[in-house]
């Protein structure tokens, strides 16, 4: 279950996003996965993930009802996490975690897998519910690295009168929105050529009754 909110964000407040995280150091994405003994530890695995990331940081645990964010990008992502979650979702959300930069090149890419795994997060009774992606490079700039949602091999359905060809085709605009629930199998497909850079939040609330 997603939403998309298309080319939401103008392009070249896209570009600068972009040159603005490319400031900070990337570093090799990790995935998160559970020892034998239990506990979980955090390892580079490129069979399952190729990806170099960083975090964007916030001052202070943002809550769901705060209109004020440490960096415009939190302000901006936290926008269209809430709106999304009015017309669609109306989930109880508390706060939502760093807003992670990404860039995939070289083949990077993310197979199959969920945001709320049971390790993501730390504290008791919380879970991940929503994860909100912004898409901030121009298509034409790079080929695969598509953001692909689990449906058992079947084409994008149609929604209404919107067929699955544009739905996918919004979903990878530059400036376009995607919020979709942190259970959903979710997946982004191999970088062919060029580079994609994104822009990914989640959400914590308490555990679903």
């Not at 070249?12 to 506990?39: F, M, P, R």
């Not at 989930?91 to 975690?97: E, N, R, V």
Request: aromatic share 12%.
């Amino acid at each position: 279950m997603f939403y998309v909110f298309p080319k939401a964000v103008k392009p070249d407040i896209c570009d600068q996003i972009v040159e603005d995280c490319k400031q900070n150091i990337l570093v090799n994405a990790s995935i998160k996965v559970c020892s034998q003994d239990g506990t979980i530890v955090s390892r580079n695995d490129p069979e399952v993930r190729k990806t170099s990331i960083n975090f964007i940081d916030i001052e202070e645990r943002a809550g769901y009802h705060s209109t004020i964010q440490s960096h415009d990008v939190n302000k901006l992502v936290w926008h269209f996490l809430r709106e999304a979650n009015k017309i669609q979702f109306n989930y109880d959300l508390t706060y939502f975690q760093p807003i992670q930069f990404g860039e995939y090149k070289d083949g990077g890419f993310y197979g199959w897998h969920r945001d709320d795994d049971g390790n993501a997060i730390d504290e008791p009774n919380e879970i991940r519910k929503l994860t909100a992606v912004l898409a901030v490079s121009n298509p034409d700039t790079f080929e695969g690295g598509e953001l692909q949602f689990y449906t058992g091999d079947r084409p994008m359905e149609d929604m209404g009168e919107i067929t699955g060809e544009q739905i996918t085709n919004d979903i990878k605009a530059q400036g376009s929105v995607i919020v979709f629930d942190s259970r959903d199998w979710h997946r982004v497909t191999p970088v062919t050529k060029g580079v994609r850079h994104s822009i990914v939040c989640w959400t914590v609330g308490p555990n679903f009754k």
